[in-house]
């Protein structure tokens, strides 16, 4: 600093900071050196953590069963192919019109229980903001709260000012497809106990709030409430309002407690009620056993042995290169400058 500055500022004392190992940079620091052998062994570390990883979870997710059953097309009957698109939409407004569909499965592999049962809807945007806002979870909750609607429009109050329970486009939309499963002509029971996660039928879903008022406009959205069975035993109910995150999703329908054998043929009587083609969704139904990793998705099992393999694959090609063309560690003539020297010293 020059002389001028310090007689500028005249209260200023001197500037030197007091000596700490801080400031003057002293502390004790970590250079590893990344030597052929270090780098060698990390891979193959690890190689031998994810590989094993990848294969455990691989395995698990391969032993899983899962079918997929696609039936929105089907189960309609097209007279005339030209406009399919009015056409399936005026038969599934149509309350006259028979929407029994029957669909036979063929079980690939022994399935042994828990059977989840699942409806898989596409292209539904169950996380629309104006959607996922349209409820009130008071209501849902507290008995005393029936009529705390604002949140609900446009499903909020009936025609005369009721206030609808429950509330919200979520609930008016309730999915109501209903599936009947048999194998052999003798019927295959689907428990529909506990399909919904235990928190929400005690804390989030009243066992002192009614249905009232629901689906009572001109407009059907979806399925009824039984009116005589509070909220929290309406698992259907309750699963629906866990809205998905993404437009794809599943929802569970139930769970069969019976083996299923190979080749075994199912029969699954659907009603084909709820309206997926104003939107273009699809309709699927799943089938699936579960193992600890969840259903049949492969997808972390193939990452952990990518990355594992990925590993192992290095550590052997650097292995190769330090055995055969192994060169001297921190030999300066490698420096681009020397090298560059070197190369004019040649010409
Ligand atoms: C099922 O829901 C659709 C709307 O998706 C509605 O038009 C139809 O009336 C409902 N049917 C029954 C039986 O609840």
Redesign the pocket.
């Known amino acids: 600093m020059s002389s001028e500055d310090d007689s500028s500022q005249p209260t200023s004392k001197s500037k030197k900071p007091k000596y700490s190992r801080f400031t003057q940079q002293e502390l004790p620091s970590c250079k590893p050196i990344l030597t052929p052998g270090l780098v060698i062994g990390i891979l193959i570390c690890f190689a031998i953590v994810f590989v094993p990883i990848g294969l455990i979870t691989f395995t698990a997710t391969e032993n899983v069963v899962e079918i997929v059953d696609r039936y929105d097309e089907d189960c309609i009957p097209l007279k005339s192919p030209d406009n399919p698109e009015n056409e399936r939409v005026g038969y ?2 149509d ?1 006259g019109t028979n929407k029994t569909c029957i669909r036979t499965l063929i079980i690939p592999k022994k399935m042994k229980p828990p059977i989840y049962v699942y409806y898989q809807l596409d292209n539904f945007y169950q996380n629309h903001r104006r959607y996922v806002k349209s409820r009130s979870d008071h209501q849902l909750r507290y008995p005393s709260h029936a009529s705390e609607t604002k949140t609900c429009e446009p499903e909020a109050t009936t025609n005369d000012n009721q206030p609808i329970v429950p509330c919200g486009l979520i609930a008016w939309s309730l999915f ?1 497809d209903t599936y009947r499963f048999s194998r052999n002509n003798t019927s295959l029971e689907i428990n529909k106990k506990d399909i919904a996660w235990h928190s929400e039928r005690t804390r989030k879903f009243s066992s002192q709030v009614y249905p009232k008022n629901f689906q009572s406009g001109n407009l ?5 409430l039984d009116e005589t069975k509070p909220l929290s035993e309406q698992e259907d109910f309750i699963v629906w309002m866990r809205t998905a995150a993404l437009p794809t999703f599943r929802k569970l329908y139930g769970r069969i407690e019976t083996d299923l054998e190979a080749y075994d043929q199912i029969t699954v009587i659907i009603q084909n ?3 997926t083609y104003s939107f273009s969704g699809k309709k699927k139904l799943v089938i699936s056993t579960a193992s600890w990793i969840g259903g049949k998705n492969d997808y972390l099992g193939k990452m952990y042995m990518a990355v594992g393999g990925t590993s192992l694959l290095l550590a052997i090609i650097f292995t190769f290169l330090y055995l055969f063309k192994p060169r001297p560690l921190g030999d300066p003539t490698y420096l681009s400058w020397n090298r560059n020297r070197a190369a004019v010293r040649e010409s």
């Open positions: 599934i407004r309350a109501n059907i959205g979806g399925a009824k009620n709820y309206n």
